[in-house]
T-cell receptor, first 115, second 114 residues
Framework: DGGITQSPKYLFRKEGQNVTLSCEQN?????MYWYRQDPGQGLRLIYY???????QKGDIAEGYSVSREKKESFPLTVTSAQKNPTAFYLC??????????????FGPGTRLTVL | GENVEQHPSTLSVQEGDSAVIKCTYS??????FPWYKQELGKRPQLIID?????GEKKDQRIAVTLNKTAKHFSLHITETQPEDSAVYFC?????????????FGTGTKLQVIP
C-alpha cells in the first residue's frame, strides 16, 4: 500500500513537553513538507526538505525542529518554545525537488492538543 | 512573499446548482495553481490544477480559469452533488531557491444541500 503515513492520529501533550510527530512515505519522493492547519487560516508551511540531510525553514518555523536522515522519513518535533502548538499537522511529499508544478501528496494528519 | 486570498470562506448551494470559488495572488512569478479538496476528517487531495500558460482547464464537472493579468483564478463546479461538500483550498506555486514554494489560500467550506 503506497502512500504517506503519519502517526499518531491524535496526540496530547502537557505544557513544557517536547513531542515528535512521525511522517513516512514510500513513494520515493524527493521533497517533503510539514504544514500546520488552523481553522480559517489554511495551510501554513513549517519546514521543508528537498534531500536527505537538508531542510529549510518555512513561514512559521519558530518552536519547531525537523530531521531528514532517511529519504522516506521526515519527523517534526514540536518544542516547548512553540507558544500555541494546538493544531492539525499535515505532512506532504512531492516527487521532485525544485520543480514548480509538482502535485503534493498529503498524509492523514496528526491532531495535537496541548493540555 | 506570496499572498493568496480566497473567497468566500463559506458557500451553500442547492444540489444541481453551480459553485464558484475565487482566489487572487500577489506574486507574478507564481506559475502553477492547484486546487485541493479536503473532506471532513480526511487529507487534502488535488482535484485540478492549471499552469500559467493556460487560461482554462476542465475536467468533467470542475473547471479552473486563470487571469494572469489580474492575478486571479477561479474554481467552477457545475451540477453540484452532496459529495462535493468539503473544504476547497486554492494555492499558488513557483520554484524558489531550488524548491517548490506553495502558498495556500484560507479555504472555502462548500455545503451542497440535497
Amino acid at each position: 500500500d503506497g502512500g504517506i503515513t503519519q502517526s499518531p492520529k491524535y496526540l496530547f501533550r502537557k505544557e513544557g513537553q517536547n513531542v515528535t510527530l512521525s511522517c513516512e512515505q514510500n513513494l520515493n519522493h524527493d521533497a517533503m513538507y510539514w504544514y500546520r492547519q488552523d481553522p480559517g487560516q489554511g495551510l501554513r508551511l513549517i519546514y521543508y526538505s528537498q534531500i536527505v540531510n537538508d531542510f529549510q525553514k518555512g513561514d512559521i518555523a519558530e518552536g519547531y525542529s525537523v530531521s531528514r536522515e532517511k529519504k522516506e522519513s521526515f519527523p517534526l518535533t514540536v518544542t516547548s518554545a512553540q507558544k500555541n502548538p494546538t493544531a492539525f499537522y499535515l505532512c506532504a511529499s512531492s516527487r521532485l525537488a525544485g520543480v514548480f508544478d509538482n502535485e503534493q501528496f498529503f498524509g492523514p494528519g496528526t491532531r495535537l492538543t496541548v493540555l | 512573499g506570496e499572498n493568496v486570498e480566497q473567497h468566500p470562506s463559506t458557500l451553500s448551494v442547492q444540489e444541481g446548482d453551480s459553485a464558484v470559488i475565487k482566489c487572487t495572488y500577489s506574486d507574478s512569478a507564481s506559475n502553477y495553481f492547484p486546487w485541493y479538496k479536503q473532506e471532513l476528517g480526511k487529507r487534502p487531495q488535488l482535484i485540478i490544477d492549471i499552469r500559467s500558460n493556460v487560461g482554462e482547464k476542465k475536467d468533467q464537472r470542475i473547471a479552473v480559469t486563470l487571469n494572469k493579468t489580474a492575478k486571479h483564478f477561479s474554481l467552477h463546479i457545475t451540477e453540484t452533488q452532496p459529495e462535493d461538500s468539503a473544504v476547497y483550498f486554492c494555492a499558488a506555486s513557483k520554484a524558489s531557491g531550488g524548491y517548490q514554494k506553495v502558498t495556500f489560500g484560507t479555504g472555502t467550506k462548500l455545503q451542497v444541500i440535497p
